[in-house]
């Protein structure tokens, strides 16, 4: 990846074999994101080109005929010059298991046939930005207390105005001493904030519909941004002057490249030097994040975003609430992936996955199976991502169930937790917490008793079973017939 | 349904020239109308041979493709109709399969009006 980057350019090669979406996309990948974009109709094509050319992205569709669009993905994988190629799916209706191929074949993200232009835009431009960042950023993963986001020595700094050639100047003139993330709008501004924590803040005087000073005051009020500092950035004579009470100073706004710098040192006296600031959870936050849109996304054809409101959970309310577990033997840690949201924003979920009436998504046995399998998915891209980073964890199993009330809720997402929306206004939640991990041995006479890790059996149904539930009969035979002798059960302890 | 897809394609094409994409949009309809046309052939062919795969696959890309060019009721009905079939389903989808095939030239004329229009 990135050999193909020049000048920031991004090269985009778009596989699809419908005309009308592959040239409106390529069109706005064009005109409004800046890529250089080549399309090819077919999955053969699109080998033929990647083998000949260097990308630095690849939009995949995945229903094509003669070679669907998982099959051109396992091919890009295995082929080494190709294997990390970013590739965007560009999906409107698939299944179950497809979306499960796809997530273990790593994809970047995702976009949502039909396009809609100003989503479509929104969503790439923040994952563009992130592309052309990967060049020179490292995340480093480590769990709660030690986690950092390290960028090569560059502190992130964002930069959010509705003028592209002010971001364009502004990105490549600071380029070389920060990771710089640009926003179009408010709403994008919020939402990369929340995911890349930046250290620094730079508004211009035109943030899309967002009034400037609203949009700083909002986050102001984001807990996870606490110590940002925020810097308008405006013109010579213009007449609004900030507030004090929100900034914590003021940028020239200029396209003189020495006039800029001189107005911006002073701002971030000592940054941009040999600092890297440590951010608990940044790293593993943003990848859920990441996880979470696009299983959530794919799974259900729409968009899903990270929402730019803070979560305050009603712990009265009824809903349903589920949990992955990661568990790090070695380390002796467990990750709880856990998700919660009322029943309207399940059945709206089970319809769109199943696409099925509402009155057939309203049966909870059919919402708990689906959402057991999100939890698998996002779960099992958690476990990738860590294992990228040099770290051991196995997925268990997930759980799903009803609660009148989500009790103890101030344990949900105890050290991480974000909302997210998708269609007519339907948020759930998503959070993390870790413990200590102790394991004990039991042998297969205990296995009758349940509370066994069925992952441990590699059983392909395994998010059928749960801990507490008995094994039937037919999981036992397997069980003896694979000669498992002992099975770990999991116990957690509070850190 | 006929004065409802004029009016989505219509407010589609104004946006896209507000966009300043008059130029692209001109190329995009060419490029529908073929796509389409083809499209309605193989639903219909598709059909009347029981051919399921083909008939999904034909209502997957009149959905996506007609989406974008602004005929959302249309693709509502090739939605409607993809997934129909993808339930195996497919021999009762015979009236929307009517339904589609008497809306599209009414589509075409849509988009022909805004093409006119574009290129005055």
Request: charged share 25%.
């Given at each position: 990846?990135?050999?193909?980057?020049?000048?920031?350019?991004?090269?985009?090669?778009?596989?699809?074999?419908?005309?009308?979406?592959?040239?409106?996309?390529?069109?706005?990948?064009?005109?409004?994101?800046?890529?250089?974009?080549?399309?090819?109709?077919?999955?053969?094509?699109?080998?033929?080109?990647?083998?000949?050319?260097?990308?630095?992205?690849?939009?995949?569709?995945?229903?094509?005929?003669?070679?669907?669009?998982?099959?051109?993905?396992?091919?890009?994988?295995?082929?080494?010059?190709?294997a990390?190629?970013?590739?965007?799916?560009?999906?409107?209706?698939?299944?179950?298991?497809?979306?499960?191929?796809?997530?273990?074949?790593?994809?970047?993200?995702?976009?949502?046939?039909?396009?809609?232009?100003?989503?479509?835009?929104?969503?790439?431009?923040?994952?563009?930005?992130?592309?052309?960042?990967?060049?020179?950023i490292?995340?480093?993963m480590?769990?709660?207390?030690?986690?950092t986001?390290?960028?090569?020595?560059?502190?992130?700094?964002?930069?959010?105005?509705?003028?592209?050639?002010?971001?364009?100047?502004?990105?490549s003139?600071?380029?070389?001493?920060?990771?710089?993330?640009?926003?179009?709008?408010?709403?994008?501004?919020?939402?990369?904030?929340?995911?890349?924590?930046?250290?620094?803040?730079?508004?211009?005087?035109?943030?899309?519909i967002?009034?400037?000073?609203?949009?700083?005051?909002?986050?102001?009020?984001?807990?996870?941004?606490?110590?940002?500092?925020?810097?308008?950035?405006?013109?010579?004579?213009e007449?609004?002057?900030?507030?004090?009470?929100?900034?914590?100073?003021?940028?020239?706004?200029?396209?003189?490249?020495?006039?800029?710098?001189?107005?911006?040192?002073?701002?971030?006296?000592?940054?941009?030097?040999?600092r890297?600031?440590?951010?608990?959870?940044?790293?593993?936050?943003?990848?859920?994040?990441?996880?979470?849109?696009?299983?959530?996304?794919?799974?259900?054809?729409?968009?899903v975003?990270?929402?730019?409101?803070q979560?305050?959970?009603?712990?009265?309310?009824?809903?349903?609430?589920?949990?992955?577990?990661?568990?790090?033997?070695k380390?002796?840690?467990?990750?709880?992936?856990?998700?919660?949201?009322?029943?309207?924003?399940v059945?709206?979920?089970?319809?769109?996955?199943?696409?099925?009436?509402?009155?057939?998504?309203?049966?909870?046995?059919?919402?708990?199976?689906?959402?057991?399998?999100?939890?698998?998915?996002?779960?099992?891209?958690?476990?990738?991502?860590?294992?990228?980073?040099?770290?051991?964890?196995?997925?268990?199993?997930?759980?799903?169930?009803?609660?009148?009330?989500?009790?103890?809720?101030?344990?949900?997402?105890?050290?991480?937790?974000?909302?997210?929306?998708?269609?007519?206004?339907?948020?759930?939640?998503?959070?993390?917490?870790?413990?200590?991990?102790s394991?004990?041995?039991?042998?297969?006479?205990?296995?009758?008793?349940g509370?066994?890790l069925?992952?441990a059996?590699?059983?392909?149904?395994?998010?059928?079973?749960?801990?507490?539930?008995?094994l039937?009969?037919?999981?036992?035979?397997?069980?003896?017939?694979?000669?498992?002798?002992?099975?770990?059960?999991?116990?957690?302890?509070?850190? | 349904?006929?004065?409802?897809?004029?009016?989505?394609?219509?407010?589609?094409?104004?946006?896209?020239?507000?966009?300043?994409?008059?130029?692209?949009?001109?190329?995009?309809?060419?490029?529908?109308?073929a796509?389409?046309?083809a499209?309605?052939?193989?639903?219909?062919?598709?059909?009347?041979?029981?051919?399921?795969?083909?008939?999904?696959?034909?209502?997957?890309?009149?959905k996506?493709?007609?989406?974008?060019?602004?005929?959302?009721?249309?693709s509502?009905?090739?939605?409607?109709?993809?997934?129909?079939?993808?339930?195996?389903?497919?021999?009762q989808?015979?009236?929307?399969?009517?339904?589609?095939?008497?809306?599209?030239?009414r589509?075409r004329?849509?988009?022909?009006?805004v093409?006119?229009?574009?290129?005055?």
């Amino acid at each position: 990846m990135g050999k193909a980057m020049n000048k920031g350019i991004i090269k985009a090669l778009v596989i699809d074999d419908s005309p009308t979406d592959a040239e409106t996309l390529s069109y706005w990948l064009t005109k409004k994101l800046g890529c250089a974009v080549e399309i090819v109709y077919n999955g053969l094509d699109g080998l033929n080109k990647l083998a000949e050319i260097d990308f630095d992205v690849v939009f995949l569709d995945i229903i094509m005929p003669l070679i669907d669009g998982v099959e051109v993905l396992r091919e890009i994988r295995g082929f080494s010059r190709t294997a990390h190629l970013p590739v965007i799916i560009i999906s409107s209706n698939t299944d179950s298991k497809t979306v499960q191929s796809l997530m273990q074949l790593k994809i970047f993200d995702y976009v949502v046939k039909p396009f809609n232009a100003q989503k479509l835009i929104g969503r790439l431009s923040a994952r563009l930005a992130e592309l052309k960042g990967r060049q020179t950023i490292t995340v480093s993963m480590q769990l709660p207390g030690e986690v950092t986001i390290r960028a090569h020595d560059k502190e992130i700094i964002m930069i959010a105005d509705d003028d592209a050639n002010f971001r364009h100047f502004f990105a490549s003139t600071l380029g070389t001493r920060f990771h710089v993330i640009e926003a179009a709008n408010g709403a994008q501004a919020i939402a990369a904030s929340m995911k890349y924590l930046p250290v620094f803040f730079f508004a211009g005087p035109k943030i899309g519909i967002f009034d400037r000073d609203r949009l700083i005051a909002k986050l102001r009020g984001i807990p996870s941004l606490a110590g940002l500092k925020v810097f308008a950035i405006d013109g010579e004579g213009e007449a609004d002057f900030p507030d004090p009470s929100l900034y914590d100073g003021r940028v020239k706004r200029t396209f003189i490249t020495q006039a800029f710098i001189d107005s911006f040192d002073p701002c971030v006296s000592g940054a941009g030097a040999d600092r890297s600031p440590a951010r608990p959870l940044g790293s593993i936050h943003q990848f859920l994040i990441s996880a979470t849109e696009q299983v959530f996304g794919m799974m259900m054809s729409t968009e899903v975003c990270v929402d730019e409101h803070q979560v305050e959970l009603d712990a009265g309310q009824p809903g349903t609430y589920g949990a992955i577990e990661l568990l790090g033997h070695k380390e002796g840690k467990r990750m709880t992936i856990e998700f919660f949201c009322d029943r309207a924003c399940v059945v709206a979920m089970v319809m769109r996955m199943l696409q099925i009436e509402e009155e057939a998504a309203n049966s909870l046995g059919l919402a708990h199976d689906s959402l057991g399998e999100v939890l698998n998915m996002i779960g099992g891209r958690m476990r990738n991502s860590l294992g990228e980073e040099g770290r051991e964890f196995d997925l268990g199993l997930p759980r799903v169930e009803e609660r009148a009330a989500l009790e103890g809720s101030a344990e949900f997402g105890k050290h991480s937790k974000m909302d997210f929306s998708f269609g007519e206004g339907f948020r759930f939640s998503v959070g993390v917490c870790f413990d200590v991990l102790s394991t004990r041995g039991i042998s297969t006479s205990d296995i009758r008793e349940g509370m066994v890790l069925a992952r441990a059996l590699d059983f392909s149904g395994g998010m059928q079973l749960s801990k507490g539930r008995r094994l039937s009969a037919e999981m036992i035979t397997e069980i003896q017939r694979r000669g498992v002798d002992e099975i770990e059960v999991f116990e957690s302890t509070q850190s | 349904m006929s004065d409802q897809s004029r009016k989505e394609i219509m407010a589609k094409a104004q946006y896209w020239t507000e966009d300043g994409g008059a130029d692209f949009l001109l190329k995009l309809l060419s490029v529908y109308a073929a796509q389409a046309d083809a499209c309605i052939v193989s639903l219909r062919r598709a059909f009347e041979q029981g051919n399921q795969a083909d008939f999904t696959s034909a209502a997957h890309t009149l959905k996506s493709s007609s989406a974008n060019v602004g005929a959302t009721t249309f693709s509502d009905l090739a939605n409607k109709i993809e997934i129909a079939s993808r339930q195996g389903r497919m021999v009762q989808t015979a009236g929307d399969l009517t339904r589609l095939e008497e809306e599209y030239p009414r589509v075409r004329e849509a988009l022909e009006a805004v093409r006119v229009s574009l290129t005055k």
